[in-house]
């Protein structure tokens, strides 16, 4: 064999490796396609769940939104009446902020000596009302209990009496 028998048996074998690999990789492909295939088949059924399931979330939110917007058609009258509740007692306290600003500057404009005379005459009432509150606390204590019946209460005071008169002379009273 000469070389050019030799060169031609070489480019032989050479396409013979490249058209096994070339089958192999073909092969390799047409797997691939055919997996494709699968699943592009199961795609409609897939997307017909897929837009079941979607119809059935939709009906359902709108359900839901309907019940939400008949809770709160019913109540919007109170969200009204808390509204109303809240403006009310805004215009109220900014009354009373006034009344107390204007009561803080006729304070600030009075003189201390004027301020002085006033607390000692609300001390001065605090102390007799102490004071008097003991009495009539040692008052209580010296007096009978009372009973609700009016005729033993008179018995007792009677009793009472008789045996202060007692303690006096000394000898038993009849």
């Known amino acids: 064999m000469d070389l050019t028998g030799i060169g031609v048996l070489l480019i032989g074998i050479a396409l013979l490796v490249l058209a096994i690999f070339f089958a192999r990789v073909l092969n390799n492909l047409a797997n691939v ?16 769940q897929l837009l079941n399931e979607t119809n059935h979330l939709i009906h359902n939110s709108n359900d839901t939104l309907a ?7 019913t109540l ?3 969200f009204h009446i808390v509204g109303d509740l809240g403006e009310s007692t805004r215009t109220l306290t900014s009354s009373l902020a ?19 005379k006033r607390l000692g005459g609300v001390y001065g009432t605090m102390a007799l009302s ?5 009495k009539r606390k040692e008052f209580k204590t010296d ?12 018995g007792e005071i009677r009793a009472l009496e008789l045996e ?3 303690e006096e002379v000394g000898t038993e009273v009849k």
Do not use: C, F
């Open 33 to 48: 396609i055919g997996g494709i295939d699968k699943t592009i088949e199961q795609v409609p059924h897939q997307m017909d």
């Open 67 to 73: 019940d939400v917007n008949e809770k709160l058609g």
């Open 76 to 78: 919007t009258p109170y």
């Open 98 to 116: 006034d009344v107390t600003a204007t009561a803080k500057n006729k304070l600030d404009a009075a003189n201390e000596t004027t301020q002085n």
């Open 130 to 134: 102490y004071y008097l509150w003991k």
């Open 143 to 154: 007096m009978p209990p009372k009973s609700k019946n009016k005729l033993y209460r008179a």
């Open 164 to 166: 202060h008169m007692k």
